[in-house]
């Protein structure tokens, strides 16, 4: 990322400021879930009894610094073992696309998402937590679904 990029993306943070939020559950649960851009359904999920269930659930808004968490927590956490991705994509980033397509194909020797349409997606992870996502987790694409209940039967 260049200077100007740099600049925009902090003064975003101050105008726009988006928290990073997510909701810690079942800490022996084998189950994540990701709500990409489904602010509603994450506060559904935090709040309800699914919360019980799984270990964690959190949202998704950017193809490069969020997957770099996700990506990180997983390998630090590696208890889980299925990570669902649900909710509405993120519009212009597509965080949940080049999420998968991290998971199909991993990266290039510039850390790029081979096969990802994002606008930026490049990752700070290590190859190797790259390789630990692709082979011990379970993605399961629920992308642009919302409904408690179907996401439900995901989990049971």
Same mark, same amino acid.
């Given at each position: ?42 506060? /559904? ?6 919360? /019980? ?98 996401? /439900?039967?995901?989990?049971?």
């Amino acid at each position: 990322m260049n200077s100007l990029e740099n600049m925009v993306g902090e003064l975003c943070k101050i105008v726009l400021p988006i928290p990073e939020e997510y909701y810690f559950g079942n800490n022996n649960s084998s189950i994540a879930i990701c709500t990409l851009s489904s602010l509603d359904l994450l506060k /559904k999920l935090a709040n309800s009894d699914i919360l /019980k269930q799984i270990s964690i659930v959190g949202r998704l808004l950017s193809e490069n610094k969020g997957i770099d968490v996700i990506i990180r927590h997983l390998n630090q956490n590696q208890k889980i073992k299925t990570l669902i991705v649900c909710g509405k994509e993120v519009s212009g980033h597509l965080a949940g696309h080049s999420l998968f397509k991290l998971y199909e194909n991993g990266i290039n020797n510039n850390g790029r998402i081979i096969g990802s349409t994002s606008p930026d997606p490049f990752l700070t992870v290590k190859n190797s937590q790259i390789n630990y996502f692709q082979n011990e987790i379970n993605l399961i694409n629920m992308i642009n679904e919302t409904n408690l209940n179907k996401i /439900k039967q995901k989990i049971i």
